[in-house]
Every structure is written in structure tokens, then in C-alpha cells.
């Protein structure tokens, strides 16, 4: 049956028409880095916070879009923190992703995840940055087409940088370090996130700035 996958193809409300009638906020929301159920209440709590006037839309960043009056904003995501919802930080800033980890199946790379977003989410840096964590060498939420990869397996880690992720120039990033010992990661990091504030460019995406300087010394340095 096709009748409900093609009956709506154009949106009645999207967030520029909701903009276009007054003053709306866009905020992305999910059940958490590694969680990716959302339970019933908060699925009500969502529909409640937005409601008749607001709108809803699922993106392909394991996130879900709410555009909501910006004069409700403080309260909505009170409430949705209540909840339980996991709100993402917006602008030039390292924003972190992760695989379900199978659905809490192989939780090896749990507690280095979570201490890594710890010490990266929210970091300023020139452009916007998106690090992805996938548990296994499956990376079948595909790490390795984000600006940073990580790639977990067995106390280590395949790193991926400088993916293009969309346009007709997309492409996977290139493995920059195999089998990075868990311990070492940390600082791996915080090395590649200092050369990047460092030397990019304004408002370079890290795709560019990596293609632009990866035969630099200081990559060269890094990894041997």
C-alpha cells in the first residue's frame, strides 16, 4: 500500500512557514548519545510541548526536530529535561553521536564514551564539528562519515577524519590512526581538536581545514 507513504509529500508546517508567521526556535532532540528508545510518556510529552501550533521532524542525525515558539523555549525544555529528553547544544561547537551499541548489547565502549563527551561536548571550535562513536567494527552508524570517527574494537580505536558527508564531492573519511589504545584516546583528541582551533581558518569546516593541512607536520607528528 502506498497510499499513506505518498499522501503528504509537501509538509503543512515547516520551520521557515512557522517563521514566516511569527518568532519559532528549532530544537534537537533524543532519548541520549547511546539510548535511541524513546518511551511512550516522553513521545507524549514531545506532542504536548509542541503541540497544535508547533512542529515535529525526524532528522537523519539520530535526532528528532521540534520547532516551538521561542517565547515558550526556557519552559519547553524544562520540561522536556524532566522528561527524560536529551536536548543537543547548537552552534560552533564539538556535538557528539553514537551508535545504540547494539541496543545495549556491547557496552565495551560505554564508559569511554561517556567520558569523552564529558570532556568534548560543547567545546568551541571554528565550525561546527560532529564526532561519532560506533561500539564495534561493524560502525554500521557509519563513524566513519563524520568529521571525527571513532571505531571501537577490542581496547582500541580506528580514527577517521575529514569526511565529506554530503554533496557531490561526498566521501568517507581516511583512517588517520589504527588500533588507538582506549587510554590514549583522550589525548589523540584533544591534539586533533588543538590543531584544528589553532590553525583553521575562519569558520572552516573541519573537512577543509584537514584536506587543506593533512601533510603538515604537526599531523605527522602526531601519529608517529
Given amino acids: ?9 509537501i509538509p503543512e508546517k515547516t520551520f521557515a512557514k512557522l517563521n514566516s508567521e511569527g518568532e519559532y526556535t528549532r530544537i534537537a532532540v533524543s532519548p541520549g548519545i547511546i539510548n535511541k528508545h ?3 510518556a ?32 526556557i519552559r519547553v525544555k524544562q520540561e522536556l529535561e524532566q ?22 548489547d556491547k557496552m565495551e565502549a560505554a564508559a569511554i564514551t561517556e567520558e569523552l563527551f564529558r570532556q568534548f561536548e560543547g567545546m568551541r571550535v571554528p565550525s561546527r564539528l560532529r564526532m561519532n562513536m560506533n561500539g564495534c567494527a561493524s560502525a554500521c552508524y ?30 568517507a573519511g581516511e583512517l588517520f590512526a589504527k588500533r588507538v589504545p582506549v587510554q590514549h584516546i583522550e589525548n589523540l583528541l584533544q591534539e586533533i581538536i588543538m590543531f ?29
Fill in 1 to 9: 500500500m502506498t497510499t499513506n507513504a505518498f499522501n503528504h509529500n
Fill in 38 to 40: 524513546y518511551t511512550p
Fill in 42 to 73: 516522553q513521545f507524549q510529552k514531545i506532542a504536548e510541548v509542541v503541540g497544535e501550533g508547533g512542529a515535529i521532524k525526524y532528522s537523519a542525525s539520530y535526532s528528532i526536530l521540534l520547532s516551538v515558539p521561542t517565547v515558550d523555549l
Fill in 83 to 104: 522528561a527524560g529528553i536529551y536536548i543537543a547544544q547548537q552552534g560552533m561547537i564539538v556535538a557528539m553521536k553514537a551508535c545504540d551499541f547494539c541496543d545495549g
Fill in 142 to 171: 557509519n563513524a566513519m562519515y563524520d568529521d571525527i570517527g571513532l571505531v571501537y574494537q577490542k581496547e582500541s580505536f580506528d580514527v577517521y577524519l575529514g569526511a565529506v558527508p554530503m554533496g557531490k564531492n561526498a566521501q
Fill in 196 to 224: 584544528y582551533k589553532e590553525y583553521a581558518r575562519h569558520e572552516e569546516p573541519f573537512h577543509k581545514f584537514y584536506k587543506r593541512t593533512k601533510t603538515a607536520n604537526y599531523w605527522q607528528k602526531l601519529i608517529n
